[in-house]
């Protein structure tokens, strides 16, 4: 059955007529005539069977369906394009890896690790997309995610990387406010949230046997990144994994007041889908991983 796609250069023409809102402007950026971007929008909208462009006494303006189709029509040629790129680039070799990851757990954990894969398998690429919620792998370019939280995804396998720690942090600003180094003195001090840990204080302070009333109050904030930036600003005090902010803790703008392990609910997991493709430079990948989780596990009672 023969696919209900426009040519490839009417949608190039189309692209670039909308973002110039100017049939003479495309031409020029396409080296083409100006009577060659009519006849391919003229095309198109026949096509497509409605008006992508009015014309305005200012020129051509798109119309609430051009303006929409043009958003989706970018998007596609962006990845035609970096895909071309990659493949031009590795000459049709080795491989590459989609990845979806928590961003906080990809930015200061995974990244500082990844050199050594790269260098292990120098024809492969591994390309880091930001998802924090659970997605249904059908339908998208992932090859697997790295998540933290239920693992129970339906149609997909998982595998356990590490438990979750959590330790409280404050900005050296603000440790004369602390009477004494605490649980009761840290409840005296804003309490900053992470959106997808609201239980988090609450677990912290039982773990005491303290109970504190306004444990679930506080801003609060989706990325422990921005949770970081929040303590460091003097906003108060926050539960963060010591291996996000590593860097933070050994160069003195974070502190961790009180030495005391709590571990969440939630754990690391790299998810795949259950029937996944039988490709060496995944089965790589999560082996690598897998082993480097262990290794930090290990050094760090993350069991």
Known sequence: MR??????????????????????????????????????????????????????????????????????????????????????????QGGILDLAVVPSFATK??????????????????????????????GSDFD????????????????????EKLVPVISPQLLPLLAER???????LPLLQQATRPYAWRQWF???????????????????????QGVMAGMGVALIPPMLIEEEIRDGRLVIPVEHECFSDRAYYLIFPEQHSESPLFHAFRDWLVGEAEIYREAFGLE
């Open 109 to 138: 954990w995974l990244l500082p690790r990844l050199r050594d894969f790269l260098q292990m398998r120098p024809d492969a690429a591994v390309n880091l997309n930001n998802r924090t919620r659970p997605f249904a792998f059908q």
């Open 206 to 228: 039982s773990s005491f046997g303290l109970r504190v009333p306004h444990d679930m109050t506080g801003s609060r904030f989706e990325l422990f990144s921005m949770l970081a």
């Open 144 to 163: 697997a995610a790295i998540y933290c939280g239920d693992a129970n995804w339906p149609g997909t396998r998982s595998i356990f990387l590490m438990r």
């Open 3 to 92: 696919r209900k796609i426009p040519s490839t250069a009417a949608m190039i023409a189309f692209d670039a007529a909308a973002r110039h809102e100017s049939f003479s402007r495309a031409a020029e950026e396409l080296s083409l005539t100006h009577s060659a971007i009519c006849r391919q929008m003229a095309g198109l909208e026949e096509f497509l069977g409605l008006p992508l462009f009015r014309r305005t006494r200012r020129g051509m303006k798109l119309t609430e369906a051009g303006l929409s189709y043009s958003r989706l029509i970018a998007a596609r040629l962006d990845e035609v394009e970096r895909d071309t790129l990659s493949i031009m680039t590795r000459r049709g």
């Open 182 to 188: 605490s649980a009761e003195a840290i409840a005296a």
